[in-house]
């Protein structure tokens, strides 16, 4: 049987690689210095965050894939962050592995607005 982490780790796989447009429900929050960037900064963003797999002891100390951090050229460190909510968005969910009852938001962030 998988472990819990590991089915984390795999549905926030497949959530950021699909940015929420996919099976796992949830949605992608992008901080104002984020959105102020030039679009086609965003796109490069956007593109490491989906194709990020670097994913260490040191950075995924549960093994869960929830937490990422990209350097981009001409704009410096980048967060990306999944947290786990009930549907109502009111407070976390006690199961993140149910997603009946699991709604993903990842946010994306300068590290500088951290």
């Known amino acids: 049987m998988e472990s819990k982490s590991a089915l984390i780790a795999q549905q926030n796989d497949t959530f950021r690689r699909t940015l929420g447009m996919g099976d796992i429900p949830g949605n992608v929050v992008m901080t104002t210095g984020i959105a102020a960037l030039p679009q086609e900064q965003q796109e490069v963003v956007i593109g490491k965050v989906i194709g990020?797999?670097?994913?260490?002891?040191?950075?995924?100390?549960?093994?869960?894939?929830?937490?990422?951090?990209?350097?981009i050229e001409g704009v410096g460190g980048v967060y990306f962050k999944s947290d786990y909510y009930e549907p109502n968005l009111e407070r976390g969910s006690e199961d993140p592995t149910d997603l009946t009852k699991t709604v993903r938001v990842m946010t994306i962030m300068l590290t500088s607005e951290y």
């Not at 990020?52 to 350097?71: A, I, L, S």
């Open 52 to 71: 990020f797999d670097d994913f260490t002891n040191d950075n995924d100390p549960y093994g869960e894939h929830d937490f990422g951090c990209v350097d």
